[in-house]
C-alpha cells in the first residue's frame, strides 16, 4: 500500500489553478505525493502526464459520478474550479463523505470562493466603510446567503460541521499579474486572470479607457505568483496546506476556515486610469482619462450590465488577518499592482 499522500486538484489548467499545481511540483515534499488532476482537454492531459509526470483524467463538471470517484481516492482535494457550481461541490463533498465511511481517514477540501461574497450594490457611486475580517467569524456568518458563492460556501462549511471532512476555503481578490510558471509558459496552464484583462479589452476596443459609473467603488488585490520571490495568492494555498499537515489542530477549519487573499486595496477608477495611463505609453490612445461606460457598452464588453455591476462596480473590502496568521506573506502591493498593469497592457495589445 502507498505511502503517498493522495491529492486531487480541479482546475488545474486555470489560471489558479495551475499555479497551485506548480507549486506542489517543486515542493519540498512532493515526492510524498500522488497528485491527479481534472481536465477536460485530452491533449493537455497527455501533456501533463508526459511532460510534468502527473496523472491526468479526463472529464467535465458535469460528469457528477466522475468528480465523485475522484473525490472518494483523495485525502486532499484542491478545488480551484467553478466557486458557484453546486452539483460539482455536492458530487465532491459526497466523494469525501464515502472515504470517510470506508477508510475512517479525515479528508482535507481546500475550496475556492472569492471575495465578491462581500459585494455591495454601489454601481461605482462611492466607496465603503464596511471591512471584513477573516478572524471576525459572526462577521462572515453575517454576509447574506443571497451572495455570490454563498450557497456553495455554505455546503462547504455544512460540512465540516458535520464532521466527515475538514474544509477550508481561499478567497481569492482581484487577482493580478501574468503567471510565470512552466505551466502557464507551455501554454497547460491560463497565463492571465480576467477582471483586469477584461477592462483592458473594453478599453482597446472602445479607444479609451473606461470603468461602471465612477469607478469610486473598492475592491482588494493580490498578486498570482511573482518572480521577485514574493509570495502571491497561489502561495496561501501552499501555506495553508503546510499548516493543515503541520498543525491541523491549529490550523482554523469550517467557520473559521476563511482565508483572504488579499495585499492591499484600489479603487476601480485607479485601475481603469493605469489602463488609459499605459495604452497612452504605448500609442494606443491619446487620452488617459477613464470615462464611464454606457449601459450598452456594459452589456457588450462585460455581457450583461448586471455582470459588469456586480464585479467592476462593487465594494468588496477585506484584511486577511487569518491568513497572515499562518504564515502567508504577500509583498506586492497595490501600488506594484498599478506600476505593473503596463505588462498586462502589452501583453494583450500584442496578442
Known sequence: MSNRTPIVLTGATGYIGGSVLARLLIHPNEDTFDITTFTRSTDKAKFLQSKFGVKAVVGT??????????????HVFFNLADADNVPLIEAILRGMRKRHAKLGDLPILIHTSGTATLIDDAKGQHSSDTIYDDLNVIQLRSIPDGAPHRNVDLL?????????VRTYMVLPSTIYGIADHDLAKTAVANRASIQIPTLIKAAVA?????????GKAIWPNVHIDDVFDAYGVADLYIVLFDSIVRSPDKTGHGWEGFYFGENGEHSWYQISKAIGDALVKLEVIE???????????????????EVALSQWGTNA???????????????????????????????????
Not at 463538471?61 to 483523495?74: I, S
Not at 487620452?287 to 450590465?305: H, K, N
Request: aromatic share 6%.
Open 206 to 214: 472602445r479607444k479609451r479607457a473606461g470603468m461602471v459609473g465612477e
Open 156 to 164: 462547504v462549511i455544512n460540512a465540516d460541521k458535520q464532521g466527515y
Open 317 to 351: 473590502r477585506c484584511h486577511a488577518n487569518r491568513s497572515r496568521l499562518i504564515g502567508w506573506r504577500p509583498r506586492n502591493t497595490s501600488e506594484d499592482m498599478l506600476e505593473g498593469i503596463i505588462l498586462e497592457v502589452e501583453a494583450i495589445v500584442k496578442s
Open 61 to 74: 463538471h458535469e460528469e457528477l459520478d466522475l468528480v465523485e470517484n475522484l473525490a472518494e481516492t483523495a
Open 287 to 305: 487620452d488617459s482619462e477613464p470615462t464611464s461606460f454606457t449601459a450598452d457598452e456594459l452589456a457588450q464588453y462585460f455581457g450583461s450590465e
